[in-house]
């Protein structure tokens, strides 16, 4: 095996319970490699280090795929800096995790309580695989996270962690979750689930699930973040986040901010096909499922509506303590049309906040007033069902 070419693990073999007082907690590879493979019911686990990369440091990177596949495992593992299983030191063009694998229950300090990479072409979580548990707030992985309270006490020691799975610094080409796979209960600082700079697309189909993340200042499940800033520039765009066939975005939460997603910008969000984003809460801030800065029509093409609920799909039972029970959107033209659907028997309903259900704001008016609490659709709405106000 030449550590040049490739890593790989198969054979149900097993790295457990190792420690380095530097990087590496099992495995250490000071040149750069093509691939790394844990296959065939093999783990990396129980692994730990004192600085990156829990299970595995790669520090200049791996610049190909990193693959976790049939029944494989990366779980357990933890390390004091970044990276609670993996800490890759350049951009890597896919990582994915497959056939029943598991990606879960790893912890760090810092950044990326499973994952923590320089860049990102495609993040794919395949075929009944799992990406829970992990945290980025302890060196210890906690295994059952029970949540936080009202009070946000389960998040007061993140300070500014970033990414529970990965913390992406560049950009995320995409991020699939397909086939019944689940990428659950992870928690950080910002972005439970994942945090990058830009992300191309979202997509979670098939049956597969993004919910019960959890992050305490923005983005319960996903974050943008450019850089460290008082100020919204710092953070980035997603262009699309699509929740098709089933699937579900549900129960997602954040103290501040965007129960499931905070971002500078956003271009299209479909939810379709008996898909559920519901159940997310923003707990004190805007934006129980989405909290955008920018207008979305400067992003993508405006001749498609920008917010699409279709096919017996339902958004329902979110809260925040703002604006926005669903969706706070600022920077919006209220004179441009074909920007919501809502279509085919699906349903906006029971969004409880104090102000509106879907706030849109421009320069000089919000949609809906502040007093009013009903929705304004700028499109269409037939076949389905839109109730505003407080919890209605």
């Not at 956003?266 to 207008?295: E, H, T």
């Not at 029509?297 to 405006?302: G, S």
Request: aromatic residues 8%; contains cysteine; charged residues 15%.
């Amino acid at each position: 095996m030449s550590f040049q070419e490739s890593l790989t693990v198969t054979g149900s073999s097993r790295f457990t319970s190792n420690t380095a007082y530097g990087d590496g907690g099992s495995i250490h590879l000071a040149r750069a490699v093509r691939t790394i493979t844990v296959s065939d019911g093999s783990s990396i686990s129980y692994s730990t280090a004192s600085g990156n990369g829990g299970a595995i440091s790669a520090p200049r990177g791996v610049t190909d795929s990193v693959l976790v596949a049939g029944a494989s495992r990366l779980e357990y593992n933890s390390v004091a800096s970044d990276g609670g299983a993996m800490h890759l030191g350049s951009r890597l063009e896919a990582l994915t995790v497959a056939g029943g694998s598991s990606l879960s229950s790893n912890g760090c300090q810092g950044d990326g309580g499973a994952v923590y990479v320089a860049g990102l072409g495609r993040f794919e979580l395949l075929d009944g695989s799992v990406a829970a548990y992990n945290n980025a707030s302890s060196a210890v992985a906690n295994y059952t996270s029970e949540g936080f309270g009202d009070d946000g006490t389960h998040t007061a020691r993140y300070n500014k962690t970033l990414g529970g799975v990965v913390r992406c610094v560049g950009d995320l080409g995409s991020l699939l979750i397909s086939g019944g796979s689940r990428m659950e209960r992870n928690w950080a600082g910002e972005g439970g689930a994942v945090s990058a700079h830009n992300v191309g697309s979202i997509v979670v189909t098939a049956n597969g699930s993004l919910s019960y993340n959890e992050a305490y200042y923005f983005g319960g499940a996903v974050s943008m973040l450019i850089t460290y800033g008082d100020s919204f520039d710092k953070y980035g765009n997603v262009t699309a986040f699509s929740v098709t066939d089933g699937s579900r975005v549900d129960g997602n939460r954040v103290q501040n901010m965007g129960g499931v997603l905070f971002t500078w910008g956003i271009g299209n969000l479909s939810v379709a096909n008996g898909s559920s984003m519901s159940f997310n809460q923003a707990v004190v801030g805007s934006g129980g499922v989405v909290f955008s800065r920018q207008d979305f029509r400067k992003l993508v093409d405006i001749a498609t509506p920008h917010i699409r609920i279709t096919g017996r799909s339902k958004v329902s039972d979110n809260v925040s303590g703002r604006n926005g029970g669903a969706f706070n959107i600022w920077d919006y033209d209220a004179n441009v049309t074909n920007t919501f659907e809502l279509s085919d028997n699906s349903f906006l309903v029971r969004c409880t906040m104090p102000l509106a259900k879907l706030r849109m704001c421009g320069e000089r008016a919000c949609h809906p007033p502040r007093h009013e609490g009903r929705l304004t659709c700028i499109g269409h709405v037939t076949g389905g069902g839109v109730r505003g106000g407080k919890n209605h």
